[in-house]
């Protein structure tokens, strides 16, 4: 399986901008595919965005479209989340994931990242 090692997260003003970082290793098949989730407390783990090598293909969820965009740098082996125009229901864990396949769904990519904390407040 990938590692996934996540960085970037911290606290921001509404409005504000943060990027996050994800360092992969591992066989980069199994990361042909890479995205980002997050979790707010109680709540089910939702798909933020996801990236596939050469950034042939992308797919954000509709509630940050237009806000953040995901990138990859493949020599890397490294996907980015740039976050702007904050908004305090952004606030959750933010985890990094890969797979050999594109889904919208969480069961079907089999690496995670520790997760970091993105907090946002009015």
């Known amino acids: 399986q990938v590692q996934l090692v996540e960085s970037g997260g911290g606290l921001v003003q509404a409005g504000g901008s943060l990027r996050l970082s994800c360092a992969a290793s591992g066989p980069t098949a199994s990361s042909y595919a890479m995205g980002w989730f997050r979790q707010a407390p109680g709540q089910e783990r939702e798909f933020v965005a996801v990236i596939t090598w050469s950034a042939g293909y992308r797919d954000y969820a509709e509630s940050v479209k237009g806000r953040f965009t995901i990138s990859r740098d493949d020599a890397k082996n490294t996907v980015y989340l740039q976050m702007n125009s904050l908004k305090p229901e952004d606030t959750a864990v933010y985890y990094c994931?890969?797979?050999?396949?594109?889904?919208?769904?969480?069961?079907?990519?089999?690496?995670w990242g520790q997760g970091t904390q993105v907090t946002v407040s009015s």
């Open positions: 994931t890969s797979a050999g396949g594109v889904s919208r769904s969480p069961a079907d990519f089999p690496s």
